[in-house]
């Protein structure tokens, strides 16, 4: 099991190892304000001793030159790699990039943390875009605790954590799917959703239940590891027509996953979208390399992307009155795999 990173040395270390204030230390190291030869010393001794290194984001924050913003998931890279080269990641990463270099400012991207490590901690960034972050995540945690500006993409998991965000209607979202499948002829729908409290997962399950309800429809909903990528998908699949034979129809909310129920039904001898309708939420590569290509969602991502550096952007200059902005309605994107035709 690897080692836990050490905490990061803060200026407030360095303050209590040398026995003084912490705009003492501010000063010595800064080379403002007056601060006598002697004390200026024990200052650097102690920061040299205990391995600080200064915080350039507050400094540059200080001065208006925010230079640097990172783009982080903490999705697994069963999800947001492979076959879909990053998908949703680099199709916000694009857009992102762009809207950044406008400003000023870098845009890093930042893979999702291996267990025991903080890639923060290599990192010297002034804010970051953090896209659905998990009840929990700890990589919104780590910015947070360094009081750095964050946006979500998408509305945090969970209800504790209050970080100004990009509304992804989700549930809207969902409730597209499910009316065009039951247009399309599906009788009985299942979900299956990501086992992290998401919010998209959260709110897809709320407008699957409305619906379910309101249709007389038994509720079927699998949540699966999104670890496990195209073979969770796969796993999913089997176990849920095994269970439920009468199952005409799947809405599976990642791609990775509804790739992989697509190949086991096929194995199954199901044909698609005769026996089995499958739809997913984004709309990337998996889903149009797909075959059959999935019925799927536009979620605008250059939209909101642009939504999203913006609002850090404001936070960067210190205006923190906006705390939520909202994307634009998805759109489908309607293809074979749930175009059945009339029986």
């Known amino acids: 099991m690897a080692d836990s990173p050490a905490p990061r040395i803060t200026i407030t270390d360095v303050a209590r190892e040398a026995g003084v204030s912490r705009t003492t230390v501010s000063h010595a190291l800064n080379g403002r304000g007056q601060v006598d030869p002697a004390t200026r010393l024990k200052v650097e001794d102690a920061a040299r001793s205990l391995g600080y290194r200064p915080n350039r984001h507050a400094q540059r924050l200080r001065s208006g030159g925010a230079n ?27 857009v992102a990039a762009s809207s950044a270099l406008e400003r000023g400012l870098v845009l890093a991207l930042v ?46 998991g ?26 399309s002829g599906a009788r009985q729908i299942a979900l299956v959703v990501g086992t992290s409290e998401r919010t998209s997962y959260t709110q897809a399950e709320q407008a699957y239940a409305a619906m379910a309800a309101g249709h007389g429809m038994k509720p079927v909903v699998l949540r699966q590891d999104e670890s496990l990528g195209e073979d969770g998908g796969y796993a999913a699949a089997r176990q849920l027509l095994k269970e439920h034979p009468q199952l005409d129809a ?50 605008h991502l250059e939209s909101v992307a642009q939504q999203a550096v913006d609002l850090l952007f404001e936070h960067l200059r210190g205006d923190t009155q906006r705390r939520m902005t909202t994307s634009a309605l998805p759109s489908l994107a309607l293809r074979r795999s749930t175009q059945r035709k009339p029986r």
């Not at 990009?166 to 499948?181: E, F, I, N, R």
């Not at 005769?274 to 889903?287: I, K, Q």
């Open 68 to 94: 640097m913003i990172a783009l982080m998931s903490s999705m697994p890279s069963t999800i947001s790699g492979g076959p879909s080269r990053l998908g949703f990641f680099m199709e916000v990463a694009s």
């Open 250 to 299: 799947l809405l599976v909310m990642v791609d990775a996953f509804a790739v992989g129920a697509v190949h086991y039904a096929q194995e199954a001898g199901l044909r698609i979208p005769e026996d089995l309708m499958v739809a997913t939420r984004y709309d990337g590569l998996r889903a149009r390399s797909c075959e059959p290509p999935l019925t799927a969602l536009d979620l």
């Open 158 to 183: 969970g209800d504790t954590v209050d970080v100004p965000y990009v509304d992804l209607l989700s549930g809207p979202a969902t409730q597209m799917l499910l009316t065009h499948m039951l247009a």
């Open 111 to 156: 893979p999702p943390n291996k267990p025991g490590q903080n890639t923060l901690n290599l990192l010297d960034i002034d804010g970051a875009l953090v896209i659905e972050p998990q009840a929990g995540d700890p990589q919104l945690a780590a910015l947070l605790q360094q009081g750095l500006p964050v946006v979500s993409i998408g509305r945090p």
